[in-house]
Each structure stands twice: as structure tokens, then as C-alpha cells.
């Protein structure tokens, strides 16, 4: 594989129509992917996160990698939308009192708000569990190694060596003044970045993906996954409650450590910017077309305005 600095998508590649496009087919997957039933309650209060909106960047990036790697979205969509119920149950323990304390969520009341703090902590256990009997029993025509592959991956991801981890260190940083860069980066390596490379690489896992192509797209997804972190604050202190969807100027509030706390916000622009360029530089090689969504959803991740 021939490499070349930093592609960029091609000038006629449509992201927008790409996100609507891909948005509407995982919406309608999440839609069947959890009936109601007895005991209605706790169904209901997993579907109002689940199915609550947004962007659906994280069902896309393991989406998109697939088909990069030569899947199909048949193969990928059980797996997409178990990241999503993942990356919700994160949300809804995040918002948690005892965790963010956040009233409001995608611009909606979050889970605790509407269904009390037992039932919300209830949706997210029943979700975490939920997301790995539906990779196992929806995945058809892929290989049942692969599969595995992709289950203990996500089951690291989300256990203490990835987000939990990245959750503590972040609750125990609070209102310390003096934490370093590098604390900071594990924070949001583990507590971010960790799910964006885990939909990046299980989507690729599942389509065969050779450990070279797997090491690479691990690169991309872990700069993105920083940058997308530094974005984020970013816009804690530049965007109001209304384009973010929840509650703005919570870290200061919190006297969290961000990236524009250690370097202002100039200087977290420009590292945004150069991890942006890092992640697409290892998709060089690859196929042009195949490459497009995810090189436009690397630009999308730090140009974003919500």
C-alpha cells in the first residue's frame, strides 16, 4: 500500500447527503432493535435515549469502515447499532447526579429527569447488556471468530480499561487545578476516544480486515477521537445551550480540566487541527471512494458547531 500525505475527500463527495443517507437507515435499525414489553418501563426509558436523535457518528464510522474494508452494511448494522446503545448508556450514566449531574441531553430532559435515577441507572445496565446479545444473535454471514473479535473488543472498551477507566480519572480530577497534559489525554483517550476506535475497528474486524489495515485505522480513530474531545470543549465555552442541546459552560462550572484550560483556545484549535491531519494521513492507500466518509467525517469531527 502506497502511502501519500494527507487525502482529502473527493471534491464531488457529499457528506451531508452521505450522514442523512447512512442516519435514516440506522434510525430505522435502532427503531426494531428494541420492542416493548413487560416490564413496559424500563423498555421505554432505554428507547427514549436510545431513540432520542443526533448525528449517529458512531453506528456511521463502523458503517463506513466496513464498507472501506469490502463489507457490507448487512454485515455491519447489528454491531452499529450496538455502539449506539453503548455509547447511550454512557450518556445516560454520564448525566447521572452522582456522575455530570446534567438536566438536559440532546435538547431533551435526560433519562434520569424523566424516569428517576433507578430507572435510568437500570436502562443503562439493561442496554449495556442488551448491545452484545444483539451483535451475537443479529450478525448473519460473517465468520464467528470475527464476531467474537468484535464482542471482546467492545467489552474492553467499555470496562475499566477503556471508558470506566477514563470516567474515574476524570470524576477524581475534578476541581484539581494543576492537572497535567497527560492525565488529560488519558481522560479522553479512555473516556472518548476509546468507543470512536472501537466502532472504527469492529466495523473493519467484521469485514476481514488484514492487522495492517486494522493498525492503521486504529491511528485514525485515535487522533480523531482526540481532536473530537478537544473540539468539544471547544464549544463548552464558545456555543450556547441551544446549539449544543445541553447544558453549556458545565467544565468551568465543574472546574474540569479541559484543553482550553491548559492551552487556551487558539493553541486547542491548532492541535485539533494537526491530529485531524494526522488521522487522514493513514488513510492514504486505501481506495479513493471507499476512504471518502470517513476522511469527510475527520473534518466533520473538529468543524462541527454542536
Excluded at 159 to 172: F, H, I, P, S
Amino acid at each position: 500500500m502506497t502511502s501519500s500525505p494527507e487525502p482529502t475527500p473527493s471534491p464531488n463527495f457529499d457528506l451531508n447527503a452521505y450522514l442523512a443517507k447512512k442516519q435514516l437507515l440506522v434510525e430505522a435499525a435502532l427503531e426494531k432493535s428494541l420492542p416493548v414489553v413487560y416490564p413496559e418501563t424500563i423498555y421505554e426509558s432505554m428507547r427514549y435515549s436510545l431513540l432520542a436523535g443526533g448525528k449517529r457518528l458512531r453506528p456511521i464510522l463502523c458503517i463506513a469502515s466496513c464498507e472501506l474494508m469490502g463489507g457490507t452494511l448487512e454485515m455491519a448494522m447489528p454491531t452499529a447499532c450496538a455502539v449506539e446503545m453503548l455509547h447511550t448508556m454512557s450518556l445516560i450514566h454520564d448525566d447521572l447526579p452522582a456522575m455530570d449531574n446534567d438536566d438536559y441531553r440532546r435538547g431533551k430532559l435526560t433519562n434520569h429527569k424523566v424516569f428517576g435515577e433507578d430507572i435510568a441507572i437500570l436502562a443503562g445496565d439493561g442496554l449495556l447488556a442488551y448491545a452484545f446479545e444483539f451483535i451475537i444473535e443479529q450478525t448473519k454471514n460473517v465468520p464467528p471468530e470475527r464476531i467474537l473479535k468484535v464482542v471482546a473488543r467492545l467489552a474492553r472498551v467499555m470496562g475499566a480499561a477503556g471508558l470506566v477507566g477514563g470516567q474515574v480519572v476524570d470524576l477524581e480530577s475534578e476541581g484539581k487545578p494543576d492537572i497535567s497534559l497527560e492525565t488529560l489525554n488519558f481522560i479522553h483517550t479512555h473516556k472518548t476516544g476509546v468507543l470512536l476506535e472501537g466502532c472504527v475497528i469492529s466495523g473493519a474486524t467484521l469485514a476481514g480486515a488484514s492487522d495492517d489495515d486494522l493498525n492503521r485505522l486504529s491511528r485514525y480513530a485515535q487522533n480523531m477521537g482526540l481532536a473530537f474531545q478537544i473540539a468539544d470543549d471547544i464549544l463548552d465555552i464558545t456555543a450556547t445551550k441551544e446549539a449544543l442541546g445541553k447544558t453549556a459552560g458545565k467544565d468551568v462550572q465543574a472546574q474540569k480540566a479541559t484543553y482550553p484550560r491548559i492551552w487556551g483556545l487558539k493553541e486547542s484549535q491548532q492541535q485539533a487541527r494537526q491530529l485531524i491531519d494526522s488521522a487522514k494521513a493513514e488513510l492514504a492507500g486505501f481506495p479513493q471512494q471507499a476512504a471518502d466518509p470517513l476522511l469527510a467525517i475527520a473534518d466533520y469531527m473538529i468543524n462541527r458547531t454542536h
